[in-house]
């Protein structure tokens, strides 16, 4: 198998292209696909500030990587869940990444550890206060991310979710007519009312094992396994689902993805009509001042709770 583009030896073939590259050409294509994410969704400019929300997973370093070569300013955060020798891992990943990649282009990494902050890792904290782990866990994580963002003044932050990730969300979505988070399920959500930063999401365009390849490829160190919490979700069933339909027939979930945000574009949800409406109901928290539909957001409400709960 030769590369399409040079024609010397390739490493990887891409059925859903009908392609195949060698290394260069392969990392020149991935660089493509964000940059063109990037100029399509209107995600970011050079000069902006960008934080990505890094996990030590072959997604958001791969991410971060990318945007560094690609010459935009990211720094990047990453919470410590406190679980066992997951978070060990997927820390000194993560740490080992930035002294060595990151820092020598001038990136810096943020950390956040919810031991320090609540008094126990995410399980503990989560058994508690009673309520699910990935929950409690999707509750901190974009309370921080939220926070550092606009506490350090960054422009943009940015995930990993990847073309799996957003299809297997979208099943998911579509399945339960979840509507709500249907309007919400595009690449880039705008900074709809103030203290809430915009987000992006630049790896929506390539596929988990794409990525998996220029990690591989890069020499990039990351934790393989998932989050053990990640264990019998349905979002790894949808994704197992999607991944025998695209072994039957390359480009489905690029299909269903992309034609799901024409689709949306067309009826043009706009960031005004966006603005107009998360306007009408979110309000500063009483107690941190980040936007809310209640008097107190679920972060705070959740770390009082903590505070009464967690032996210290
Ligand atoms: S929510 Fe749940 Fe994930 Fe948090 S506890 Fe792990 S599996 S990391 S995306
Ligand atoms: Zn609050």
Not at 118 to 133: D, N, S, V, Y
Request: hydrophobic share 40%.
């Amino acid at each position: 198998m030769n590369c399409t583009k040079c024609k010397t030896k390739a490493v990887i073939g891409l059925p859903r292209h009908n392609a195949a590259f060698c290394k260069g050409c392969f990392n020149g294509f991935v660089h493509d696909q964000v940059a063109r994410a990037i100029k399509s969704e209107k995600m970011c400019g050079k000069e902006d500030r960008i934080l990505v929300a890094v996990s030590g997973g072959k997604d958001s370093l791969a991410l971060w990587d990318i945007l560094l070569k690609l010459g935009y300013r990211a720094d990047a955060l990453y919470v410590n869940l406190g679980i066992g020798t997951y978070s060990e891992q997927s820390h000194a990943k993560v740490t080992k990444f930035a002294e060595a990649v990151a820092a020598p282009l001038g990136a810096t990494l943020h950390l956040h550890t919810i031991e320090q902050e609540a008094g126990a890792g995410i399980k503990e904290l989560a058994q508690l206060i009673h309520r699910p782990t990935c929950s409690t866990c999707g509750t901190i994580k974009r309370y921080q991310f939220n926070h550092v963002a606009i506490e350090q003044h960054y422009d943009v932050m940015a995930t990993g979710h990847n073309l799996d990730d957003e299809a297997a969300r979208l099943l998911g979505n579509v399945l339960h007519w979840q509507e709500e988070y249907l309007d919400k399920q595009g690449p880039a959500l705008p900074a709809s009312v103030e203290g809430f930063a915009k987000k992006v999401k630049p790896l929506y365009r390539l596929s988990e094992r794409e990525l998996a390849a220029y990690a591989v490829l890069n020499r990039i160190d990351y934790i393989v396994e998932e989050c053990p919490m990640a264990k019998g979700s349905k979002v790894l069933l949808y994704k197992e689902v999607l991944n025998r339909l695209e072994t039957e027939s390359p480009g489905t979930k690029q299909m269903f993805y992309w034609g799901f945000l024409e689709k949306q574009s067309k009826k043009q949800l706009t960031a005004a009509t966006m603005t107009e409406k998360d306007r009408a109901v979110l309000h500063p928290c009483t107690s941190c001042s980040q936007p809310t539909t209640a008097e107190v957001c679920s972060y705070c409400k959740m770390m009082a709770r903590a505070k009464t709960v967690v032996p210290r």
